[in-house]
Nanobody
Framework: QVQLVESGGGLVQPGGSLRLSCAASGTIFSIFTMGWYRQAPGKQRELVAAITSGLTTNYADSVKGRFTISRDNAKNTVYLQMNSLKPEDSAVYYC?????????WGQGTLVTVSS
């Protein structure tokens, strides 16, 4: 039973920061690319950031310089540090393990950026 559990979402003011965590269980975590996606109402789910087993990272242009993805294989956890948050960052954020037929998704954590 593979399970991804996200945490750390909530309400934050513009310019503030949040740190999201995704804890994986029932999977060989270290060999997979891990990613964060987000989906706002009425919009498609989009890639926010990804990190490979070799620690190569990839970010959406909209979050470059503000967000940082990292992983701790010993803890089976991937993180997303979000700084300088904007209202347009508001969305449900989903953790993803792997690609294609091996992909596993978490249930998401809601981030709301509003004053």
């Amino acid at each position: 039973q593979v399970q991804l559990v996200e945490s750390g979402g909530g309400l934050v003011q513009p310019g503030g920061s949040l740190r999201l965590s995704c804890a994986a269980s029932g999977t060989i975590f270290s060999i997979f690319t891990m990613g964060w996606y987000r989906q706002a109402p009425g919009k498609q789910r989009e890639l926010v950031a990804a990190i490979t087993s070799g620690l190569t990272t990839n970010y959406a242009d909209s979050v470059k310089g503000r967000f940082t993805i990292s992983r701790d294989n010993a803890k089976n956890t991937v993180y997303l540090q979000m700084n300088s948050l904007k209202p347009e960052d508001s969305a449900v954020y989903y953790c993803r393990r792997g690609e294609g037929p091996l992909v596993v998704w978490g249930q998401g954590t809601l981030v709301t950026v509003s004053s």
